[in-house]
């Protein structure tokens, strides 16, 4: 008989992100406008024939990365997305039938990687729509060898606070428990845990250059932690793993003065915009940190969803059971004329 992994086998996975072309994309936390075309043919012009052929090059992006974030290159490991170090951290720091602790719901990859290879992920439910850090804090003992978290939290942008980390680290490390923080919405919410990765072993840090720097295209992630760990991490990696036109993005926008901070405050200003204008209209919003809100439509959820895609070319989530509102709308935020286009079609749809 033919092999097949089981753990493989068993994994339940939903693919749901094709077809999306031509459609207000508000279901996936993307940066739903992008750059200016100007940008993009500034940055493309540096893309020779000699550029496309060859394989990425990645040193000299790495120390620029690096001097960017305050960190030695060696501290720095370069990925595919951050989804690929966050594969790569579970797989070099919990054992074959291990345990693996993280918040539930949150990015499903994690549990979804810890599955694949052969963990035993355990969940830590919300209290309501926040996590419950005492509660997760007597679930870190000596049988657990990983535990992730999210700042801000995906799906409902909850955060941890400085003092509640600490605590968190304390206890991981008192118990030789490898952390993972995972920063993928990071510039959407300015405190960083990046400190904690470069004083103490086995405590990673994630981030992508998806969400506020807009290269969902183009793949780039990395991962930061003391050197001796990134070495690890390092060696799971495939050859020539990170995508050229990403870090040629990438390195254009940390070069351009000021272009990063215009990014964070039009994404700002247009969430403030969306849920002002939301309150504005009755309805009730939830709104925590990152690049994504919930709101109780006037009419039923499902129906909303469907017909601003059907009718709309709009894509959003619903979301069941929170808070005490029942179904809600899951909806990101973008730069304001993404949320103005998105209101004048919720008016249509939701009356």
């Not at 072993?201 to 992630?221: A, E, I, P």
């Not at 204008?277 to 309805?283: D, T």
Request: net charge negative.
């Amino acid at each position: 008989m033919f092999y097949v992994n089981e753990h493989v086998k068993s994994l339940n996975r939903i693919f749901d992100q094709n077809e999306r072309k031509g459609y207000l994309k508000l279901d996936l936390n993307e940066n739903p406008v992008g750059f200016s075309q100007e940008f993009i043919n500034e940055v493309l012009s540096k893309a020779t024939p000699e550029f496309i052929a060859q394989y990425p090059e990645t040193q000299e992006f790495q120390r620029k990365l690096a001097a960017f974030l305050g960190v030695e290159p060696e501290q720095l490991c370069l990925t595919n997305g951050s989804a690929e170090a966050i594969r790569h951290i579970i797989e070099a720091f919990s054992r074959p039938g291990g345990k693996v602790l993280g918040v539930k719901p949150s990015y499903a990859m994690y549990e979804i990687f810890s599955l694949m290879y052969g963990r035993e992920f355990i969940p830590c439910p919300y209290d309501g729509i926040k996590v419950n850090v005492d509660h997760l804090l007597e679930m870190i003992d000596k049988d657990i060898d990983l535990l992730v978290v999210l700042n801000p939290n995906n799906p409902f942008g909850d955060v941890y606070s400085e003092e509640e980390m600490q605590r968190i680290i304390d206890k991981a490390q008192t118990n030789e428990v490898t952390v993972l923080i995972d920063e993928a919405y990071h510039y959407f919410y300015k405190k960083t845990f990046l400190h904690f990765a470069l004083e103490y072993r086995n405590v990673f840090v994630t981030r992508t250059f998806t969400k506020m720097f807009g290269l969902g295209s183009g793949r780039l992630g990395f991962a930061v932690g003391q050197k001796e760990g990134i070495a690890m991490v390092q060696k799971l990696c495939t050859p020539h793993n990170v995508n050229a036109f990403g870090m040629l993005f990438a390195e254009a926008i940390m070069d351009k003065e000021g272009m990063l901070d215009e990014m964070i405050k039009k994404q700002a200003d247009g969430k403030q915009y969306v849920v002002s204008e939301l309150k504005n209209r009755g309805y009730q919003v939830i709104a925590g940190e990152g690049n994504f809100i919930f709101i109780k439509p006037k009419t039923d959820a499902a129906e909303v969803m469907k017909r601003m895609k059907n009718e709309q070319k709009i894509l959003i989530k619903t979301y069941p059971d929170i808070a005490g509102l029942g179904t809600c709308l899951r909806v990101s935020t973008g730069e304001r004329s993404a949320m103005e286009q998105f209101l004048d079609s919720l008016d249509l749809v939701d009356r």
